[in-house]
């Protein structure tokens, strides 16, 4: 086994010599998109990191990835530390359900394509390491991960946010919307009596509502929306000023 570089890198080593290139491209590049994605969740901008590999040797298929800063905005040692934050919550994924600190839901579902195809690739020795943190892989992942990320429970209900895309063809199509209270992208389904109505509201906040799909814990994972309507600007709101004294001669039913 090769020793791993120290705090900054990414670090892939598979211990076998017969793995196929798709297999190894493709793990390194779901470790480097794993960090990314951590980066975004602590906001970090990931379009002023670039990644070059730094090291690559044949014998157990061994690869480093080294974080380069482009930009004024990014600091190596965020970087460092999102890369750490990476190890550590695919480690902890690897123990229980719960959702690991800045794992979005792409975070954890690289996690668990990761784990499958280093785990298909490998001869059960692979090691692979974000930054100073060392990680196993270990099949744990793909359950813990699949539960987290389950949204089976229906409801009828609503979300508000911001309308940013629609597409789809032959009658159904799928509009993002990202949810203002838990900051998130969230598909919405809708019929084609409805599409004008969400082109013509499109990049403007609305409240769509319809069958939701949630997860355990609340997290709405879609909606077929049944309904569609924008909310006015805030300035177009009215104050507390215009509504005050709007019930004083209202009388409760039972005469007070």
Not at 75 to 82: I, N, P, Y
Not at 130 to 150: E, M, Y
Not at 244 to 255: M, P, Q, S, T, W
Request: proline content about 5%; charged content about 25%.
């Amino acid at each position: 086994m090769h020793s791993f570089a120290p705090m900054g890198k990414i670090v892939l080593d598979l211990d076998r010599s017969d793995v196929s290139v798709e297999q190894f491209t493709e793990a390194f590049r779901l470790q480097v998109r794993l960090a990314e994605e951590v980066m975004r969740e602590m906001g970090i901008p990931v379009n002023e990191v670039r990644w070059v590999v730094s090291d690559l040797r044949h014998g157990s298929t061994h690869a480093e990835a080294q974080p380069q800063i482009l930009g004024k905005n990014a600091f190596m040692a965020d970087v460092d530390l999102a890369l750490n934050r990476s190890g550590a919550g695919v480690n902890e994924l690897a123990k229980s359900s719960k959702r690991p600190k800045f794992f979005n839901d792409e975070a954890l579902t690289v996690s668990r394509k990761l784990m499958d195809l280093v785990g298909e690739a490998s001869s059960g020795k692979a090691r692979l390491a974000w930054g100073d943190t060392k990680v196993t892989p270990s099949p744990l992942v793909h359950a813990n991960v699949s539960q987290l990320i389950r949204g089976d429970l229906r409801s009828i209900g609503s979300i508000e946010g911001q309308l940013f895309g629609v597409q789809g063809a032959e009658g159904t199509y799928t509009i993002s919307i990202k949810d203002q209270r838990r900051n998130r992208k969230i598909p919405c389904i809708i019929h084609s009596d409805l599409l004008q109505t969400a082109l013509a509201h499109f990049e403007t906040r609305v409240i769509v509502r319809g069958t939701v799909w949630s997860r355990e814990d609340g997290t709405p994972t879609k909606i077929e929306v049944r309904s569609l309507d924008p909310i006015p600007p805030d300035e177009e709101l009215p104050t507390r000023q215009d509504v005050r004294g709007i019930l004083r001669n209202l009388k409760r039913a039972d005469g007070d």
